[in-house]
Nanobody, 121 residues
Framework: QVQLVESGGGSVQAGGSLRLSCSAS????????MGWFRQAPGKQREGVAA???????IYADSVKGRFTISRDNAKNTLYLQMNSLKPEDTAMYYC???????????????WGQGTQVTVSS
């Protein structure tokens, strides 16, 4: 059974940092494309960052230069390092996985339950 579990969310002040983790189980995540998405209240889910099987990442323009996605295939874990956080980064953050590369589109087949990130000004 495929399972993705996010952790690391919390409340920080603007300019602060957080590191999200996504632990994968039930499948060999090393052969899956993975990504981070977020959804704020009243807004659509949007892609933040995604990473190919062999580690080549892509980012949404709104987070380029501030967020870094990485993966540790030996630990079946996906990470999102978030620096210089802004109030507009406040959202529920989800990790996702699939055998198909969907870039930053929310079409991935497997999803975690989400972790809340709140940035205050």
């Amino acid at each position: 059974q495929v399972q993705l579990v996010e952790s690391g969310g919390g409340s920080v002040q603007a300019g602060g940092s957080l590191r999200l983790s996504c632990s994968a189980s039930g499948f060999g995540s090393a052969s899956y494309y993975m990504g981070w998405f977020r959804q704020a209240p009243g807004k659509q889910r949007e892609g933040v960052a995604a990473i190919r099987v062999f580690g080549s990442p892509i980012y949404a323009d709104s987070v380029k230069g501030r967020f870094t996605i990485s993966r540790d295939n030996a630990k079946n874990t996906l990470y999102l390092q978030m620096n210089s956080l802004k109030p507009e980064d406040t959202a529920m953050y989800y990790c996702a996985a699939d055998r198909v590369w969907y870039l930053l589109l929310p079409r991935y087949n497997y999803w975690g339950q989400g972790t809340q990130v709140t940035v205050s000004s």
